[in-house]
């Protein structure tokens, strides 16, 4: 399932469809004593993790501490609310804690909490709680998220102990995992023999069939399934989204009898991906209900295509319209900022997202900010935003790494790095490029090689092309172009544009006209319609006075219809 129905779903997942079945049978045996109704209304209305500290507050005080139903939802809340912390610190203060409080708590540490804890949690409930068909759903969830196929085949092995397997909730949850985890002949074995399936076990098993690429049985599938519900169309429109197949999805869309928002951000969510803004924005402007999804769909997309404007004019619709954004629009938001360089806009923003008190702590939207603010030109601003962050990320490191290297400061970007290591945050392959473009656009030959050893040899990443455009941008800069076409003639991967590229700007900027021929030759088989490169050559010819080879050059651009496109600039004060 892709990112867009993972959003929209996850709010409605097994683990919480069934937690929420299992809040709903004690409610309706546990009476409510008179004293509790105005804290449940209370719990009803809050939003935030101060207005739930002042009901819990009012818990305590009126002595319902130990108030089963109200204690079931004030957990519930703190899922909702992100305070996993806060939900655990109530949960061991309640005296006897049933099943229904240990199976609410497992499934908020499902969503909040990384597996182990998780699991760690689920190993204490049994030693005074035996475990019911609720609580196994959530469990599953987050083996799925982590696809962690091991520990979930261990809680699979439990089930049938337990006797629970043929549960159709378990059973479904089970499929999906299997299938996430690449697993088909298991999901296709434990849905053929389900005693009983539902819509959501056939998405289920859709949805594994699309995962793993077997795209011609998900369609078989689907058109076996007795009846179908709305997710079932969206699995298949976004099935076939992630698949690249936008005129499959299409068709599936233009099918489905009751298209719903959920259909539309799919297929808008395609369109954006495949850069298609156009059909992306026709849909938008015919759906006649939009929710934040389709909204953030659509302002991201803008910004991911290099439209920014069109993304800020769209945030500022949505603004004008009073409709509150989440973290994905307020990202979309900030990358176009990025995009147009403009300082007081930039300001504007930052202020904005100040002051959403909902927001102020996430890592995602202060590595945004940052990274915002950087590219606006304002990095007294980003360093206050990174200092200030309580936990940094491996993202918040990058986007200042990256700020820094903007700005001419290449060796903070790589005390930056040292200090993220000694920190213990693990770099990916992303966090090396950009480390090792810092480098090269320092010229720090001797930095840059060692990140280049550390990568390969103590974090075992194979380097990408990517990579070695930054190496061979390096070595170039330096004048060491013989050691820059070693590093590509060695490379176990055939070089993209990037690569090569690297090295005729290398050869330009040394007049190393024979060099340059050959990188031209090379970068012409893979783009042969970017004339920036024939313009390239053409300079270089130009400062060895070989005024012949510059008209020849010239010729055969008017020949092919190459033409280079002038320079433009978004920025703004």
Same mark, same amino acid.
């Given at each position: ?53 002042q009901i819990h ?180 429109? @976004? ?55 389709? *909204? ?51 300001? *504007?923003?930052?202020?904005?997202? @100040? ?105 075992s990443i194979v ?36 690569? *090569? ?47 012949a080879d510059v ?9 092919? @219809?190459?033409?280079?496109?002038? @320079? ?6």
């Amino acid at each position: 399932m892709g990112l867009v129905l993972h959003r929209r779903y996850r709010s409605s997942s097994f683990a919480v469809t069934t937690a929420k079945a299992a809040a709903t049978a004690v409610y309706s045996v546990v009476p409510s004593s008179s004293s509790s109704l105005p804290v449940a209304s209370l719990l009803s209305l809050c939003r935030s993790l101060r207005s739930l500290e002042q009901i819990h507050s009012l818990i305590i005080r009126k002595g319902l501490e130990q108030h089963q139903v109200l204690l079931c939802r004030f957990l519930g809340l703190c899922s909702s609310l992100s305070a996993i912390i806060y939900a655990k610190e109530v949960f061991f203060r309640i005296s006897s804690p049933n099943i229904i409080h240990w199976n609410t708590l497992l499934s908020a540490s499902s969503n909040l909490s990384s597996l182990s804890s998780t699991i760690s949690l689920f190993n204490i409930m049994r030693c005074s709680q035996i475990p019911d068909h609720y609580s196994f759903p959530c469990l599953l969830k987050s083996c799925t998220a982590h696809l962690a196929l091991s520990v979930g085949a261990s809680l699979h092995s439990l089930l049938h102990r337990m006797d629970l397997d043929d549960d159709l909730y378990i059973r479904t949850s089970l499929v999906d995992f299997y299938g996430k985890c690449g697993q088909v002949d298991a999901s296709r074995k434990l849905f053929e023999t389900m005693l009983y399936r539902n819509e959501v076990s056939w998405t289920a098993m859709i949805d594994c069939y699309f995962n793993n690429g077997d795209y011609t049985s998900a369609r078989a599938l689907f058109d076996e399934m007795p009846e179908r519900n709305g997710v079932s169309w969206n699995v298949m429109i @976004g099935g076939y989204v992630n698949a690249g197949d936008l005129i499959t999805a299409r068709e599936v869309f233009n099918m489905m009898p009751e298209r719903n928002v959920v259909s539309f951000t799919v297929m808008i969510d395609g369109y954006a991906k495949a850069g298609d803004m156009p059909s992306a924005r026709f849909l938008f402007e015919k759906l006649s209900t939009k929710d934040i999804f389709v *909204w953030s769909v659509m302002i991201s997309g803008y910004a991911q295509n290099c439209q920014p404007s069109h993304s800020l004019k769209l945030f500022l619709e949505m603004y004008n319209l009073e409709i509150k954004p989440d973290q994905a629009v307020l990202v979309g938001l900030m990358s176009a900022c990025a995009q147009l360089g403009r300082v007081s806009l930039a300001k *504007w923003v930052d202020s904005y997202v @100040g002051k959403m008190s909902t927001y102020t702590d996430s890592p995602q939207l202060s590595s945004a900010l940052i990274d915002m603010n950087a590219k606006c030109g304002d990095m007294a601003r980003a360093a206050f935003l990174f200092d200030s962050m309580q936990i940094r990320d491996l993202v918040s490191y990058c986007s200042m790494m990256q700020g820094y290297s903007m700005h001419g400061s290449a060796g903070k970007s790589v005390e930056l790095f040292d200090q993220m290591l000694k920190e213990g945050i693990i770099p990916d392959d992303i966090a090396f490029t950009v480390i090792l473009a810092a480098c090269g656009q320092a010229g720090l030959i001797e930095e840059g090689n060692r990140f280049f050893k550390l990568m390969k040899d103590d974090y075992s990443i194979v380097p990408s092309p990517d990579h070695y455009a930054c190496i061979v941008d390096l070595l170039g800069r330096a004048g060491m172009l013989k050691e820059a076409y070693h590093i590509v003639r060695s490379m176990p991967i055939g070089p993209h544009a990037g690569v *090569w590229g690297a090295l005729l700007a290398a050869c330009r900027m040394h007049s190393n006209a024979e060099l340059a021929e050959l990188a031209l030759s090379r970068i012409y088989e893979i783009e042969p319609h970017n004339a920036g490169n024939f313009v390239s050559i053409s300079n270089i010819y130009a400062a060895q006075n070989r005024w012949a080879d510059v008209s020849q050059i010239r010729m055969l651009m008017r020949s092919k @219809g190459l033409r280079k496109i002038p @320079g433009c600039t978004w920025i703004y004060s």
